[in-house]
């Protein structure tokens, strides 16, 4: 299974991936991280945020998540951190029909004090972004299929991922 997380910035999508990966064993692949390796692969020279923004412009969230994808692992208990529109996780779901979507949220003011300054405009294309698709009359918020308060203690989000673990066997049949 592929747990992919979306979530504003300074949700807490990170610090739930990492105690996630250290508590329970799963591997985090951080789409950041990919697209470096993707630049790298390309052998692409100069600032890799210009060309990824170039590329993303070229060829589609669409196009260049599933070109992502090749670099996550095809084993089980992966965390994708993190899927930010629909397209992407319709890209997603094409090669991982196993990926389940949860949203990491957290209160205004925890995100704000966790946010640098360009944060909030960041998120308003975030948000932006989720809604975008109008052909499917949907947006992200609504494709996700679990939620974790991304303020919790590590306590409270250790117990919400053991019942999201739970849910999962109870609906699969199958123990990750």
Same mark, same amino acid.
């Given at each position: 299974?592929?747990?992919?997380? /979306?979530?504003?910035?300074? /949700?807490?999508?990170?610090? +739930?991936?990492?105690?996630?990966? !250290? ?58 951190? !993190? ?17 389940? +979507?949860? !949203? ?12 640098? !300054? ?9 948000? +932006? ?48």
């Amino acid at each position: 299974m592929m747990l992919a997380l /979306s979530g504003l910035h300074g /949700s807490g999508k990170s610090h +739930l991936s990492a105690l996630i990966a !250290s508590g329970f064993g799963w591997d985090i692949c951080v789409k950041r991280d990919l697209l470096k390796l993707l630049h790298i692969s390309e052998n692409i020279t100069g600032d890799w945020v210009v060309w990824y923004r170039t590329l993303y412009a070229a060829e589609g969230a669409y196009e260049v998540t599933r070109k992502l994808m090749g670099f996550v692992p095809a084993r089980d208990r992966i965390i994708l951190d !993190s899927v930010h529109n629909l397209t992407e996780w319709r890209a997603v779901r094409s090669l991982r029909p196993d990926a389940i +979507l949860a !949203s990491v949220i957290a209160p205004k003011a925890v995100r704000a004090a966790r946010n640098g !300054s360009e944060d909030p405009g960041l998120d308003i294309q975030r948000i +932006l972004f989720w809604h975008g698709d109008k052909e499917s009359a949907s947006c992200l918020a609504a494709e996700s299929e679990w939620c974790f308060n991304g303020a919790a203690s590590a306590e409270v989000q250790r117990t919400e991922f053991e019942a999201f673990l739970d849910q999962c066997t109870v609906s699969t049949k199958k123990t990750y």
